[in-house]
Nanobody, 124 residues
Framework: QVQLVESGGGLVQAGGSLRLSCAASGGTVSRYGMGWFRQAPGKEREFVAGISRSGGSTYYTDSVKGRFTISRDNAKNTVYLQMNNLKPEDTAGYYC?????????????????WGQGTQVTVSS
């Protein structure tokens, strides 16, 4: 069973950047489709970005297209989320997730393993 640990969150001003990392242990991340989700207080968890096993295909929710980039380094067993031009509405807990049966990246229920999350706060 793979364990996922996120890092890289923090407090940043609007327009700034952060890079989140998701380190996997207990399993080989190359076996999984990977995704990033976020959840703000009082809101449902929402899809942010997804990436195929090889990294050849990526998927984004409309609100982050052109600002966020998901990538993976299978040799390091790590997935990243580069976030640029951050906005206050990006403030949320960010969660990394892995899916065994790859597909339906946008759907939280399609993921089998989840990290504990890392907080991102964007001030205006």
């Amino acid at each position: 069973q793979v364990q996922l640990v996120e890092s890289g969150g923090g407090l940043v001003q609007a327009g700034g950047s952060l890079r989140l990392s998701c380190a996997a242990s207990g399993g080989t991340v190359s076996r999984y489709g990977m995704g990033w989700f976020r959840q703000a207080p009082g809101k449902e968890r929402e899809f942010v970005a997804g990436i195929s096993r090889s990294g050849g295909s990526t998927y984004y929710t409309d609100s982050v297209k052109g600002r966020f980039t998901i990538s993976r380094d299978n040799a390091k067993n790590t997935v990243y989320l580069q976030m640029n031009n951050l906005k206050p509405e990006d403030t949320a807990g960010y969660y990394c997730a892995a899916q065994v049966y790859v597909g339906r990246y946008y759907y939280a229920g399609a993921y089998d393993y989840w990290g504990q999350g890392t907080q991102v706060t964007v001030s205006s």
